[in-house]
């Protein structure tokens, strides 16, 4: 089972990639964002892609992913109930990988319904079986790309609340409440703040 690979980028459009590997091309499934960062690096560079084998009756695939966290992120997804392949590779094309968890730990199913391809029942299932599954997955690799700064500071805070042993959406909406207009407070002053909240002071 391929489980990493790294070569040259021979061609590249957006849901697949030719990676070159010791003379042996390998089509890779892609979602969207990880289009975008091979793009923005050029065909002819070097790539290193987590790759997740995928094997049918018919067919080998390999999806592949920058991080270990989108990778695994993705086969959380296909261990869902009517989700396979190639409707996880078009949820993450859909929303990044952090806003993704979010909003599965937030129950938010308009926000995952808007995804081209989630209906509501869709939704309803990612909810049921992911919301407790998903928050380890938050970290500095899973959230970097296309958060911005005030956004990685509340999710710290939430986990940091949530290795103090509250649940995430209960972390989640504490931080929400207390952060209020103060976009720039430090993790240490949110998770203080949203301590008080969730003790009622």
Do not use: W
Not at 43 to 55: E, N
Request: glycine letters at 10%.
């Amino acid at each position: 089972m391929i489980g990493h690979l790294q070569g040259t980028v021979l061609s590249v459009r957006p849901q697949q990639v030719l990676l070159d590997v010791g003379g042996v091309g390998y089509a890779i499934q892609i979602a969207l964002s990880t289009y975008a960062e091979i793009e923005r690096r050029g065909v002819g560079g070097s790539l290193a892609l987590f790759i997740h084998t995928h094997v049918r009756d018919d067919a080998l695939l390999l999806f592949g992913f920058l991080s270990p966290n989108e990778k695994a992120l993705f086969e959380r997804l296909i261990a869902v109930s009517g989700i396979g392949p190639k409707l996880a590779q078009a949820i993450l094309s859909g929303m990044p990988p952090a806003e993704l968890i979010a909003a599965i730990a937030e129950a938010d199913l308009p926000r995952l319904v808007a995804i081209p391809g989630v209906g509501k029942k869709t939704a309803e299932r990612l909810v049921l079986e992911l919301r407790d599954k998903v928050a380890d997955l938050v970290t500095p690799d899973a959230a970097a790309s296309g958060v911005h700064p005030h956004e990685r500071a509340s999710r710290d805070a939430v986990d940091a609340l949530v290795h103090l042993g509250y649940r995430t959406p209960q972390a989640q909406r504490a931080v929400a409440a207390v952060r209020g207009d103060q976009r720039d407070q430090p993790v240490a002053e949110l998770v203080r703040a949203a301590l008080r909240h969730l003790a009622g002071g």
